[in-house]
């Protein structure tokens, strides 16, 4: 499974943005899609993920911001979308897509990783 991401930049406080991740190869039970974020210095977090079904979950430190029609996946495409709204300077990290493949045992799931889009909020 590779996963490509886009969309990264630079945006201003307040400003929004959307981060883009198509995955490609062997697909098959691939369920969750989504996205962590690893700022300087710290560790990496969940900002938002999605299933194949549609259910969704964020991470605390983007409730509230980033809920209202936020991530949004395309299965025809295998894309999974990240729009990010009302930035804030805390946000500015390295976005990195994952994705989760089932195995008929959840202990030999797998977790794929893209190679991180870079959003930085400043002014």
């Known amino acids: 499974v590779q996963l490509q991401a886009s969309g990264g930049g630079l945006v201003q406080p307040g400003g929004s943005l959307r981060v883009s991740c198509a995955a490609s190869?062997?697909?098959?039970?691939?369920?969750?899609m989504g996205w962590y974020r690893q700022a300087p210095g710290k560790q990496r977090e969940l900002v938002a993920s999605i299933t194949n079904g549609g259910s969704t979950n964020y991470g605390d430190s983007v409730k509230g911001r980033f809920t209202i029609s936020t991530i949004s996946r395309d299965n025809a495409k295998n894309t999974v979308y990240l729009q990010m709204n009302s930035l804030k300077p805390e946000d500015t990290a390295v976005y990195y897509c994952?994705?989760?493949?089932?195995?008929?045992?959840?202990?030999?799931?797998?977790?794929?990783w893209g190679q991180g889009t870079l959003v930085t909020v400043s002014s």
């Open positions: 994952h994705a989760v493949k089932r195995a008929l045992s959840p202990k030999y799931d797998r977790i794929y």
């Open positions: 190869g062997s697909l098959d039970r691939i369920d969750t």
